[in-house]
């Protein structure tokens, strides 16, 4: 069954490096997204992408915040100068995009960032 | 990795009973609802999902019950198993796009045998 791939599963940086997190979405699907989680807390929602722009982000998903689609199967979240409090799992997701509402976002399995 | 907390809500059951774990969402125009699974250093997992126009949906072994009056969802597991133990989330699709999903704060599962 396809799903949705993430590298690095865990990623330790410095405070002030920048970070790419990358994600290879499900190969027929449209839509895609970034969602994080910090530890004991809830999954939010951070941006989406659809036709290679970005349709919609949050209030976290500032300037220092950013998402290409560099090739056809390769979509990336850099974070340009990390602060501690970006410290979290963050997920990809991916969906087909079809029509019907009922169109299921598939989640990675998430990429930990510690910043230290 | 760990993607749940210490002051997550915890639901203990037996293996064999029936399990329901409850939601409260937050937005009545909302139209598009899912339950995903976390365990322990995965992402969500989907397991069910169900539209506004429906106040129940039944799957293998779980069934989602839509509240719309007091915005409220349920999961039903029938028949908990160990491999059930993880962390349920509700999520809702609030309108004005098929987009972000706005995630419930998550029910810990532990099931025992």
């Known amino acids: 069954e396809p799903e949705v791939t993430q590298t690095p599963s865990h990623q330790v940086t410095q405070m002030g490096q920048e970070v790419i997190l990358r994600c290879v979405p499900i190969?027929?699907?449209?839509?895609f997204y970034w969602y994080r989680q910090i530890l004991g807390q809830k999954v939010e929602f951070l941006v989406s992408?659809?036709?290679?722009?970005?349709?919609?982000k949050s209030e976290i998903f500032d300037d220092q915040f950013s998402v290409e689609r560099p090739d056809g199967s390769n979509f990336t979240l850099k974070i340009r100068s990390t602060k501690l409090e970006d410290s979290a799992m963050y997920f990809c997701?991916?969906?087909?995009?079809?029509?019907?509402?009922?169109?299921?976002?598939?989640f990675g399995p998430g990429t930990r960032l510690t910043v230290l | 990795g760990e993607s749940v907390g210490l002051h997550l809500p915890t639901l203990s059951v037996q293996e064999g009973d029936n399990s329901i774990i409850n939601c409260a969402y937050s937005?009545?125009?909302?139209?598009?609802f899912i339950w995903y699974k976390q365990e322990s250093g995965k992402g969500p997992q989907f397991i069910i999902d169900?539209?506004?126009?429906?106040d129940k949906r039944q799957g293998q072994r779980v069934t989602v019950l839509l509240n719309k009056t007091v915005k409220h969802l349920s999961l039903q597991i029938a028949a908990t198993q160990p491999g059930d133990s993880a962390v349920y989330f509700c999520?809702?699709?609030?309108?004005?796009?098929?987009?972000?999903?706005?995630f419930g704060a998550g029910t810990r599962l532990a099931v025992h045998p």
């Open positions: 992408f659809y036709n290679n722009e970005i349709s919609e």
């Open positions: 937005n009545s125009a909302s139209d598009y």
């Open positions: 169900i539209r506004s126009n429906m």
């Open positions: 997701a991916s969906r087909r995009g079809r029509l019907a509402i009922t169109d299921t976002q598939y």
């Open positions: 190969s027929n699907h449209l839509y």
């Open positions: 999520a809702e699709n609030p309108p004005g796009g098929y987009n972000k999903l706005i």
